[in-house]
């Protein structure tokens, strides 16, 4: 649990990181929105290093860590495009969420 908590909070700043210059923000230089991405995506990995390390020490293969964090990364994605960037969420996203739970699902069937 505490792999999937710290995996959730690092795609919210890796999300916020690569996509919050998008609303409003083209007005700024594109190297202090380069800085202040690379900044957030600091927080970003000092979350997703020991949340791999937690994960794998538990027992998850490197496999199953990555597939877990694309979906993962997927939900956050999705919540941040609708409420944050105001993008409405089609019947492709939602396939594309069911393709990426269904290698979620063949990596952890027999675990």
Same mark, same amino acid.
Do not use: D
């Given at each position: 649990?505490?792999?999937? +908590?710290? +995996?959730?909070?690092?795609?919210?700043?890796?999300?916020?990181?690569?996509?919050?210059?998008? !609303?409003?923000?083209?007005? !700024?230089? +594109?190297?202090?929105?380069?800085?202040?991405?690379?900044?957030?995506?600091?927080?970003?990995?000092?979350?997703?290093?020991?949340?791999?390390? #937690?994960?794998?020490?538990?027992?998850?293969?490197? &496999?199953?860590? !990555?597939?877990?964090?694309?979906? #993962?990364?997927?939900?956050?994605?999705?919540?941040? %495009?609708?409420?944050? +960037? &105001?993008?409405?969420?089609?019947?492709?996203?939602?396939?594309?969420?069911?393709?990426? %739970?269904?290698?979620?699902?063949?990596?952890?069937?027999?675990?």
């Amino acid at each position: 649990m505490q792999t999937l +908590l710290l +995996l959730t909070l690092s795609n919210v700043f890796m999300t916020t990181a690569w996509y919050w210059h998008l !609303k409003g923000g083209a007005h !700024k230089p +594109l190297m202090l929105v380069i800085l202040i991405s690379w900044a957030i995506a600091f927080v970003e990995y000092c979350l997703a290093v020991p949340a791999n390390r #937690i994960g794998y020490q538990a027992g998850w293969s490197a &496999g199953q860590l !990555k597939v877990a964090q694309e979906a #993962i990364a997927l939900i956050v994605f999705g919540v941040f %495009m609708v409420l944050v +960037l &105001g993008e409405p969420l089609h019947w492709r996203h939602l396939a594309a969420f069911g393709c990426i %739970m269904a290698a979620v699902a063949f990596l952890f069937v027999g675990r």
